[in-house]
């Protein structure tokens, strides 16, 4: 990639873009910021095509998560200005001067496209999410803040019924949740505390349920998770 991510994030962080996320699977880069709206977040992502990453595009993201990464959860938009190919939408880059001039543009337009998107679409994402974000709060509220995520797994292992406990490890073992390290963790709570408080909570029994063709549950897991990471400054890390 011709794209620099050191110097990207130095011309956005002007614009209060602290988070820095690159994605596993894509190679995108994604810089994210609190939206001016509550409980909203305002995402510039980079993506790039090509044998050395020359061809480069970008979006502007919002979503109710640091990363957009369902439509349940957020919506992206296409930057076209910022490509010189009006057909395919990316821009080729040749050079380090062609790369800075790139790298410029997209922080002088896409902090306001950002906030435009923010304010025409937000309301809207924020409205049509209420419950999933009122029934999170309810199960980030059983955890013990003061606890480590790892003591507060081992907590949430010791309590559960074998039935439970099978049912835990089965959706956190879910291919598209990260298995190691920090967000490892974060992911097997949010999997045990749906998996342990659905019921009380809700009402329902995700029993069986797959997040991978069940977005109620994919989408819960995710909040969770999401929420989970700002709250142990693991939002920087974010990488899917």
Same mark, same amino acid.
């Given at each position: 990639?011709?794209?620099?991510?050191?110097?990207?994030?130095?011309?956005?962080? %002007?614009?209060?873009?602290?988070?820095?996320?690159?994605?596993?699977?894509?190679?995108?880069?994604?810089? %994210?910021?609190?939206?001016?709206?509550?409980?909203?977040?305002?995402?510039?992502?980079?993506?790039?095509?090509?044998?050395?990453?020359?061809? %480069?595009?970008?979006?502007?993201?919002?979503?109710?998560?640091?990363?957009?990464?369902?439509?349940?959860?957020?919506?992206?938009?296409?930057?076209?200005?910022?490509?010189?190919?009006?057909?395919?939408?990316?821009?080729?880059?040749?050079?380090?001067?062609?790369?800075?001039?790139?790298?410029?543009?997209? =922080?002088?337009?896409?902090?306001?496209? =950002?906030?435009?998107?923010?304010?025409?679409?937000?309301?809207?994402?924020?409205?049509?999410?209420?419950?999933?974000?009122?029934? &999170?709060?309810?199960?980030?509220?059983?955890?013990?803040?003061?606890?480590?995520?790892?003591? &507060?797994?081992?907590?949430?292992?010791?309590?559960?019924?074998?039935?439970?406990?099978?049912?835990?490890?089965?959706?956190?073992?879910?291919?598209?949740?990260?298995?190691?390290?920090?967000?490892?963790?974060?992911?097997?709570?949010?999997?045990?505390?749906?998996?342990?408080?659905? &019921?009380?909570?809700?009402?329902?029994?995700?029993?069986?349920?797959?997040?991978?063709?069940?977005?109620?549950?994919?989408?819960?897991?995710?909040?969770?998770?999401?929420?989970?990471?700002?709250?142990?400054?693991? &939002?920087?890390?974010?990488?899917?």
């Amino acid at each position: 990639m011709k794209i620099r991510q050191k110097r990207l994030f130095e011309l956005l962080r %002007v614009h209060g873009f602290a988070s820095n996320i690159i994605s596993p699977i894509s190679g995108d880069l994604t810089f %994210v910021r609190s939206s001016h709206i509550n409980e909203l977040f305002e995402s510039i992502i980079v993506g790039t095509q090509g044998k050395q990453g020359e061809a %480069v595009y970008a979006s502007v993201g919002i979503a109710i998560t640091h990363a957009v990464m369902y439509e349940l959860l957020g919506n992206v938009q296409f930057l076209d200005e910022m490509g010189e190919d009006p057909q395919r939408g990316w821009t080729i880059i040749e050079d380090d001067e062609k790369a800075r001039q790139w790298e410029t543009r997209l =922080a002088e337009i896409s902090s306001v496209r =950002a906030k435009e998107m923010a304010n025409r679409f937000g309301p809207q994402l924020l409205q049509e999410t209420t419950e999933l974000r009122s029934v &999170v709060k309810k199960y980030e509220s059983t955890l013990e803040p003061t606890m480590t995520p790892d003591k &507060v797994l081992a907590a949430l292992k010791s309590l559960r019924s074998n039935e439970v406990a099978v049912e835990a490890e089965r959706l956190s073992s879910c291919p598209i949740f990260p298995n190691d390290g920090k967000k490892g963790t974060i992911y097997q709570i949010a999997c045990h505390v749906i998996a342990c408080r659905s &019921v009380d909570i809700e009402g329902i029994s995700f029993i069986g349920h797959d997040p991978m063709s069940d977005t109620a549950l994919l989408a819960r897991i995710e909040l969770l998770a999401d929420k989970l990471c700002q709250a142990n400054d693991f &939002v920087d890390v974010y990488a899917r």
